[in-house]
Nanobody
């Protein structure tokens, strides 16, 4: 599975951005997809995930401001979006798309390239 992320950029505090991540390849193996981020000097942290059944999970710091969704066109379920509203300077980070693959009872993580989100104050 390959992941292609897009949508980062520079925005002022209070603004919005939308990240997208398109998966290709053996997408039938995808169990969940999501977004993580790494801010300068920090470890990578979970932002939001969405399961194949549509269940979502958010970091407490983004709850109520970010929304993760999935395109189900043709039941492909291979594109996820992260709508980020009311952005704060502390949201500045490189955001990474992630997919968890379930293959023969084993889980594997695959990552897309990072996309930089910069929120100015």
């Amino acid at each position: 599975v390959q992941l292609q992320a897009s949508g980062g950029g520079l925005v002022r505090a209070g603004g919005s951005l939308r990240l997208s991540c398109a998966a290709s390849g053996s997408i039938s193996a995808i169990d969940s997809m999501g977004w993580y981020r790494r801010a300068p000097g920090n470890q990578r942290e979970l932002v939001a995930t969405i399961s194949s059944g549509g269940g979502t999970k958010y970091a407490e710091s983004v709850q109520g401001r970010f929304t993760i969704s999935r395109d189900d066109a043709n039941n492909a379920k291979n594109t996820v979006h992260l709508q980020m509203n009311y952005l704060k300077p502390q949201d500045t980070a490189v955001y990474y798309c992630n997919a968890v693959l379930l293959i023969l009872g084993h889980t594997y993580h695959t990552w897309g390239q990072g996309t930089l989100v910069t929120v100015s104050s």
